[in-house]
Structure formats: C-alpha cells, structure tokens
C-alpha cells in the first residue's frame, strides 16, 4: 500500500534500507576485525616524536570521502560503495570511544564494547523506524525508476569489496534457509531455548547447579534479564497447548529480553567472548521468527533487508 505524501517533500530512495544495511555491518565487521588486528600486533601505534596518529581519524576521513561521493555523483552504485565506505570510516572512529568517555583516554575502557552494543541497537531499531514509518509512494517508486534508467549506461561497476560483500551475504542467507527447511530444525532449536531457559531459571532459585551453566562471573543486572526471560518462557508454557503461535510470541519476547537486557552486562562483564552468546540467541530469534511467520502454513524465505522487513 502507497501512502499519500505531498508531491513537494523531499524524495526518499527506494534502495535506503540496503545502504543502511551494509553500513551497519560494515561498521560492526570493522570493530571486530580492528580489534583482532590489534589484539594480534599487540597494539601499535601510528607515532612521530610526540604525535600519535589515531585511526579514529582514518574513520573520519574515510566517512568524508563518502560524503564527497554522494555530493558528485548521482550513480546508485556509488551510493552502495558511499554507504561501504561510510560503515568502515564509522567503525574506525566509534572503536575509539572508550578513548573520549575516560579522563586517561582509556581505549581498554571496560564498559566500551557494551556501549557500542547499545548504540548500535538503538541503531537498528532507528533505521528499521526510519525505514517503515512511512510506506515508499508511487511518485518517490516512479522517480528512482527514472534515475536508475537514465543512470544505468553509465553506472560505475562495483567494486570487488561489494561484490564480495553481497556474495557472502546471499550465501549465507542461502545456507540458513536451507538450514531452517530441514525438517524439526526449527521445533528442535525452539525446544532446546526453552530448555536450556528452564534449566537457567532453576539455576537462579538454586534448585539446580550444573558446572555448565556460565553463572559464576555474571553481573546481577544479567541475572535479572534472564530471570525475566525465563518468566516470558513459562508464560509461553502456560498457553502451548491452546495456541502454539501466542507460545511463540512469548518465546520471542523472552529472546528480545536476552538481546536487549541481559547481553549488555554480558558484554560488559565478558567483552567480546559474550559474541558466542549472542549469535546462538540470534539463531533462537530467527527460528521463532520464521516459525511464526512461515511455519507450517508456507515455505520458508529469505528476507531481502534487514531493515525492510
């Protein structure tokens, strides 16, 4: 459905989902493998005499160059390697935040890699917002069509880091259908969060204590979060057996608990070890998402954007 926009407001693109998409990615993909590197180097620095040169800046230029791209050129295949381009200036400079939260510039600040977690959800959730607010119009649809046909002769090929981008992502995307559409996988990946959920809630009262279960170093804020997410999942319980798809509901509601509450004080408490966390609740996510969307009444399929959905 087109919604009704004044022909005078300004015209959005049609493909703005897909750029922030690949600037989000890119700037996370960035951080992480920023970090690596430093990691793996044992930290060196850029320096002339007194003068230290840090890659927040090289974040800040790159973020520029973008800028100019867009300014000069009208072709959609800058705009993709402009939001490239744009996703790694933007995490070279954010890796930097500790550095300008702390009086003694502390790039080891603690609390950094849960900060960057929120931000970057608070991201996500901007720009999915920003995105369905208001549907695209036949107008806005018309105008991209145009540009993108009077453009087309002379589009710039992309470049091999995009080519390369959208080839990873449409195999992966490929390989976590195929995954999906084997037969119980999804019932089988639900029942085992349910578990495990159950399992954590009798761990929080005592009643159990599995060597196993990672409660030793958690902060009680994580606590919280999973004692809430286990509620959710009871809840879930509760109602199965009248209505399987309201159980689902609750089963994602309990995970949105995990990625939105108890993971931020994981990564606080366990920096960027607490990945391996947050990309199993993702796949939970995903599972119960697809389940109560496609499963069993339709075939399972790819959605074309993140943000878009």
């Known amino acids: 459905m087109f919604s009704s926009r004044k022909g005078n407001l300004p015209v959005r693109d049609t493909d703005t989902g897909n750029l922030l998409e690949l600037l989000m990615v890119m700037a996370v993909v960035t951080i992480l493998i920023n970090r690596a590197f430093l990691s793996m180097t044992h930290y060196p620095k850029i320096a002339f005499g007194s003068l230290h ?12 160059a973008a800028l ?9 295949s800058i705009r993709l390697l402009a939001a490239f381009i744009s996703g790694v200036g933007f995490g070279l ?10 009086e003694d510039n502390d790039y080891f600040f603690k609390p950094t890699i849960a900060i960057l977690y929120i931000l970057f959800v608070a991201l996500f959730l901007i720009f999915r917002h920003l995105i369905n607010k208001l549907p695209i119009t036949e107008r806005e649809i018309s105008v991209n069509r145009s540009i993108r046909e009077m453009i087309g002769s002379s589009t ?13 992502r449409r195999i992966a995307f490929t390989a976590m259908n195929r995954f999906l559409s084997i037969p119980r996988v999804i019932p089988t990946i639900m029942l085992l ?3 495990t959920s159950l399992l954590q809630f009798a761990t929080i009262f005592g009643l159990v204590s599995p060597n196993w279960v ?5 902060s009680g804020l994580s606590i919280v979060g999973a004692f809430f997410s286990s509620i959710f999942v009871l809840i879930g319980l509760l109602c199965f057996q009248s209505s399987r798809i309201t159980a689902a509901h609750w089963f994602k509601r309990a995970v949105l608990i995990n990625i939105f ?3 931020i004080f994981l990564f606080y408490q366990s920096q960027l070890t607490a990945l391996w966390g947050l990309a199993i609740t993702l796949l939970v996510y995903v599972c119960i998402s697809y389940y109560i969307s496609y499963y069993p009444d339709s075939g399972l399929q790819v959605k ?4 878009t959905e």
């Open 214 to 218: 990672p409660f030793n170093n958690v």
């Open 93 to 102: 400079f954010i890796d930097e935040l500790g550095k300008f939260i702390t």
């Open 156 to 168: 710039i090929p992309e470049s091999r880091y995009l080519r390369s981008y959208y080839f990873i």
């Open 304 to 307: 074309k954007s993140t943000f």
């Open 53 to 64: 040169i840090a890659h927040m800046l090289w974040g800040g230029l790159l973020m520029l």
């Open 68 to 76: 100019v791209m867009l300014f000069r050129f009208w072709n959609p």
């Open 261 to 263: 509450v108890t993971h």
């Open 193 to 195: 969060f349910v578990f």
